[in-house]
């Protein structure tokens, strides 16, 4: 049974800065990692995305404002979250899949990340 548990949510101001973190158990550096976010009302969207070699994507939204990153030691992935707007306010998810697999099998519980004006 894979586990991932996201922790660094919490309420910040517009123009601020949040680093998630989400440690996965057991770990893989074959894994394909994601961020992905729901805000009340709407479809889960994903944020970013990160393969095993490093290469990473980001969702129009967030791109030049986040960043994906993965500490394959610490077996650990991040998302720097930077120049928050409260569009930004969602449930985040970490997700892991095999780099060969379609699909996102492992989900951690989500942090909650609330940006006020």
């Known amino acids: 049974q894979v586990q991932l548990v996201e922790s660094g949510g919490g309420s910040v101001q517009a123009g601020g800065s949040l680093r998630l973190s989400c440690t996965i158990s057991?770990?893989?550096?074959?894994?394909?990692l994601g961020w992905f976010r729901q805000a009340p009302t709407k479809e889960r969207e994903v944020v970013a995305t990160i393969n095993y070699g490093g290469g990473t994507t980001y969702a129009v939204p967030v791109k030049g404002r986040f960043t994906i990153s993965r500490d394959n030691a610490e077996k650990t992935l991040y998302l720097q979250m930077n120049s928050l707007v409260p569009e930004d306010t969602a449930m985040y998810y970490c997700?892991?899949?095999?780099?060969?697999?379609?699909?996102?099998?492992?989900w951690g519980q989500g942090t909650q990340v609330t940006v006020s004006s």
């Open positions: 997700a892991a899949r095999w780099y060969s697999s379609s699909s996102y099998n492992y």
């Open positions: 057991p770990y893989s550096s074959l894994y394909t």
